[in-house]
Structures are given as structure tokens and as C-alpha cells.
């Protein structure tokens, strides 16, 4: 099984700041990385899949990078309704498909 | 506008069993893979089962296999959760998702709103 791992688990941000968001797998994913955001009493929702690719209705400040055990999701300037949870998934090796620890997002 | 709504969760003595339901709309559910993802209240996501858009494959975390089984009626675009000697660690948030990918592997592209599942005596 593939162990995500994410970081910071928890990441204060001001408003308008960048916030840099990483992701390591245990082992090669290749691209096959999604990140999602829940924000509270919410379903998550996909941002980013393919590593990069942002899903549709995504904002453009939402990006991300990496291949194989190192990725990063990128918020270029953060809006009120960006601060959230965001975890990633791989879904290289499966099943099964495996999420990180998630990263809450907090107003500084 | 795709939507998927749960529906059957609720309180479950251990041992006892529940049947999850998801309503799709929205789209054509026989050509999409569908999923199950729970979350205990203020932990992280967890997949627990995933089945083909035709329903002949199936898949099961560890955590799960043996005592829960997906399965889908494409003619009602429902998907099923039937889970069996719940335990208390069974207890979570239930998330049906819709999968979006190829042989790679899957995404989950649009997320219901969760269905509850307490198993307590």
C-alpha cells in the first residue's frame, strides 16, 4: 500500500499570501495525483488531477506540481473562502487508493 | 447538473448491518466507476470500495473486505453500500463519489453530501 504524507498538517496564512501545500508518497505515483479541498460540514471537492490538471470550475490561483513522490499544491494568493482542508490522493497503485493526513489551511 | 445523494445511515447496534444508497443524476451512470470514501468526524478521508461502471469488478479496502459489499442498479443510477458486522470503528461519514479516469486509476470527480453511520450500543 502506498502511504501519503502531507505537510504542514496545519499552515497559517494570511489572506492575499501565497500558501505552498506538500505531498510525499512512499513509493512512485508516476502523475497519478489528485488534490482535494473539504472545508467544514462540506463534501470534498477535486482541484487538481493528473498532478497539474485543474478540474473544471477551479480557479486559476490553485495550482500543482511533481511527479513520482514529491508533489506541491500551490495557492498563489488566498481568498476567504480558501481556507480549508486539503488533501491528496494517489491513484497509481490500487486498490487501494490512499489519501494523505490532510492540511488545514488557517487565517493567520 | 450532477448530483448524488446517500441515504440509509444511522444508529446500528455492533454486529448489525446497514444498507447505504446513493441516487446519481446528471449523467450516464452505467459508463462511470463509482466509489465509497468515509471520514470519522475530524479525521481524514479513508476509500473503502469502488466498483466498475458495468458493476463487474469490484473492489474493497482490508479494513472492509469480507464484511461490506458495493454493488449498482444502473437501470435506478443508484449505487449500494450493503455493510455487515459493522463494528464501532465502522463509525464515520459515508461519501458516495463518482470516479473519473482510465485503467491508470481514478479520481473522484463530484462528491455526495455523506450519510452518517453510528454503530453504538
Known amino acids: 500500500e502506498i502511504v501519503m504524507t502531507q505537510s504542514p498538517a496545519t499552515l497559517s496564512v494570511s489572506p492575499g499570501e501565497r500558501a505552498t501545500l506538500s505531498c510525499g508518497a512512499s513509493?512512485?505515483?508516476?502523475?497519478?495525483l489528485a488534490w482535494y479541498q473539504q472545508k467544514v460540514g462540506q463534501a470534498p471537492r477535486l482541484l487538481i488531477y493528473?498532478?497539474?490538471t485543474r478540474a473544471t470550475g477551479i480557479p486559476g490561483r490553485f495550482s500543482g506540481s511533481g511527479s513520482g513522490t514529491e508533489f506541491t499544491l500551490t495557492i498563489s494568493s488566498l481568498q476567504s473562502e480558501d481556507f480549508a482542508v486539503y488533501y491528496c490522493?494517489?491513484?497509481?497503485?490500487?486498490?487501494?487508493?490512499?489519501f494523505g493526513g490532510g492540511t488545514k489551511v488557517e487565517i493567520k | 447538473e450532477v448530483q448524488l445523494v446517500e441515504s440509509g445511515g444511522g444508529l446500528v447496534q455492533p454486529g448489525g448491518s446497514l444498507r447505504l444508497s446513493c441516487a446519481a443524476s446528471?449523467?450516464?451512470?452505467?459508463?462511470?466507476?463509482m466509489t465509497w470514501v468515509r471520514q470519522v468526524p475530524g479525521k481524514g478521508l479513508e476509500w473503502v470500495s469502488a466498483i466498475s461502471g458495468t458493476g463487474g469488478s469490484t473492489y474493497y479496502a482490508d479494513s472492509v473486505k469480507g464484511r461490506f459489499s458495493i454493488s449498482r442498479d444502473n437501470s435506478r443510477n443508484t449505487l449500494f453500500l450493503q455493510m455487515n458486522s459493522l463494528r464501532a470503528e465502522d463509525t464515520a461519514v459515508y461519501y458516495c463519489a463518482k470516479a473519473r479516469g482510465d485503467s491508470s486509476g481514478w479520481r473522484f470527480d463530484y462528491w455526495g453530501q455523506g450519510s452518517l453511520v453510528t454503530v453504538s450500543s
Open positions: 493528473g498532478a497539474s
Open positions: 513509493q512512485s505515483v508516476g502523475s497519478n
Open positions: 446528471g449523467f450516464i451512470f452505467s459508463n462511470y466507476a
Open positions: 490522493q494517489q491513484y497509481s497503485d490500487w486498490p487501494p487508493f490512499t
